[in-house]
């Protein structure tokens, strides 16, 4: 016969099965039940609750609430025959020894003399403190079966104090224990899934910002690449035909180089900062990017803007050049006419010692007094003041010049009392002044707002009046 007597087909409740090793467990539904295992119910179930045992020959045996029943080969089948009755000594002897269930004091002692099935009486003496062997004196001669008799006995008597106190643990604590770790567990789940979405959005909202500013720049560095070209363009066809239409269309075209170049280089600051932000982003994701496509276009802007600033000077050189000789050829020849003409002599080295310098003397458009001076000279302006009146502004023209001796009363001369004059030039050109506290004063630095060109101021005061020069920052102070 199979070690398995019956299949757990239906339960309610909590029941336990009892190994004959001493193990126990809670039974669910499918569970097998062996040879000399014992079902019994918990402490906690109500009297409605149940377990459904199916045997092997299809019959069910059912337990309610605390009810126990141990199983062997006496529940093999429902009906029992002679055959299947313990009526022999050995046999009972077995039958009782061989399960580890009960105490040593409960174990029925049987005499050799028990009779056999025939019916005559038998003696049989058991131990002093057995029930079990009261329950065998009560056996008649009707062939009740001692196993069938076995199998009612109070298992209540041989639940062991281990598994009284499975029942009876409080097990609330570790049931809560459980339920923490279990909220902790999800917690931390939950937060590690948000923490991976939200730099995974990080990553693509930054990938997103990345790939934008790359087009953007991309944009910019042609428009800076067109604007180099066509500063080249126009700064070459007004060099070889000096128009004034063609040298304003240069410095237009270098101005608009210049300007480009600016965007693209913010434009590559700008997109800089945004890979920046991007690997960083990807570091904490664990993630990789690729931004071959970013690099190559801030590799290719740069180029662009140095290109572009280097076509807007070299325009800007140009056209400076033309001005500086359209400027000479409209008044450096109407002065050498008006030398030969009032004086009849060249207009060169000796400008300054022999002739009248109100020859140099001239007006601008808005009549403003102007007195240009050209050619390698050195210049006392003590000894102009004395020919020249009414100047705002001395402009050293082509050539190297170095004027000496200028004096408070010497502004206020040429000035008439305006006390202001400019001086125009270039860095080949220096003036020394007696900068002193009796004298001139270096003072700030200004601007003029409508030709851009900054100037050196340079004060003094005598008798009351306050003399002011304006130095181009391009000429050379020697101080005294």
């Known amino acids: 016969m199979s070690n398995i007597i019956a299949t757990v087909s239906g339960i309610d409740g909590i029941f336990y099965v009892k190994s004959p090793d001493g193990s126990l467990h809670e039974l669910s539904n499918g569970d097998t039940i062996h040879k000399g295992d014992i079902v019994l119910g918990g402490d906690t179930n109500s009297a409605s ?20 029943q141990l199983f062997d080969n ?22 009782i020894n061989q399960t580890d269930i009960f ?20 003696q049989s003496t058991t131990s002093s403190n057995s029930s079990f062997a009261q329950e065998f004196e009560k056996i008649s001669d009707d062939n009740i079966a001692v196993a069938a008799q076995l199998r009612d006995v109070n298992s209540k008597t041989i639940l062991s104090s281990d598994t009284q106190n499975i029942e009876n643990e409080d097990t609330t604590a570790a049931q809560t224990a459980v339920t923490q770790a279990n909220t902790a567990a999800q ?24 790939t934008n500013l790359t087009e953007a720049l991309e944009s910019v560095t042609t428009i800076a690449q067109d604007a180099a070209t066509q500063a ?22 270098a101005i608009a180089a210049q300007d480009a170049a600016t965007a693209v280089t ?36 740069n180029t662009a803007a140095q290109t572009a600033i280097d076509a807007a000077v ?33 207009h060169g080295e000796e400008h300054g010692e022999e002739h009248d310098e109100e020859d140099d003397e001239e007006h601008d458009e808005d009549d403003n007094h102007v007195l240009l001076i050209s050619g390698d000279e050195n210049i006392d302006l003590s000894a102009l003041d004395k020919d020249a009146d009414d100047i705002e502004t001395i402009k050293l023209g082509e050539g190297e010049q170095h004027i000496t001796n200028i004096s408070l009363e010497d502004v206020i001369e040429l000035t008439e009392n305006e006390n202001i004059l400019r001086i125009e030039g270039d860095e080949d050109d220096t003036i020394s002044l007696n900068v002193n506290e009796d004298e001139w004063q270096l003072g700030d630095f200004k601007t003029d707002s409508e030709t851009g060109v900054t100037y050196q101021e340079v004060t003094g005061t005598v008798e009351d009046q306050t003399v002011t020069l304006e130095i181009n920052t391009d000429i050379q102070i020697d101080q005294n």
């Open 49 to 68: 609750d149940s377990i459904i045992l199916l045997m092997q020959d299809g019959t069910d045996i059912v337990l309610n609430a605390n009810d126990k």
């Open 74 to 95: 006496s529940l093999a089948s429902n009906e029992f025959s002679i055959d299947e009755t313990i009526t022999q000594n050995e046999t009972i002897k077995d039958a």
């Open 103 to 122: 105490s040593e004091a409960d174990k029925v002692i049987i005499s050799d003399d028990i009779e056999t099935a025939s019916g005559d009486e038998a």
């Open 187 to 210: 917690t931390a789940i939950d937060a590690a899934v948000a923490s991976e979405t939200i730099t995974d959005n990080a990553v693509a909202t930054q990938s997103i910002n990345v």
């Open 232 to 253: 080249q363009t126009s700064a070459t066809l007004a060099n070889e035909n000096p128009t004034p239409e063609n040298i304003a269309a240069a410095e237009t075209a």
């Open 266 to 301: 913010n434009a590559v600051t700008t997109l800089s900062g945004a890979l920046v932000n991007l690997q960083a982003v990807a570091d904490a994701a664990n993630e990789s990017v690729d931004t071959t496509a970013a690099q190559t276009a801030v590799t290719q802007a």
């Open 314 to 346: 070299a325009s800007e050189t140009i056209t400076e050049a033309l001005h500086d000789e359209e400027h000479h050829e409209e008044h450096g020849e109407e002065h050498g006419e008006e030398h030969h003409e009032e004086h009849g002599e060249e």
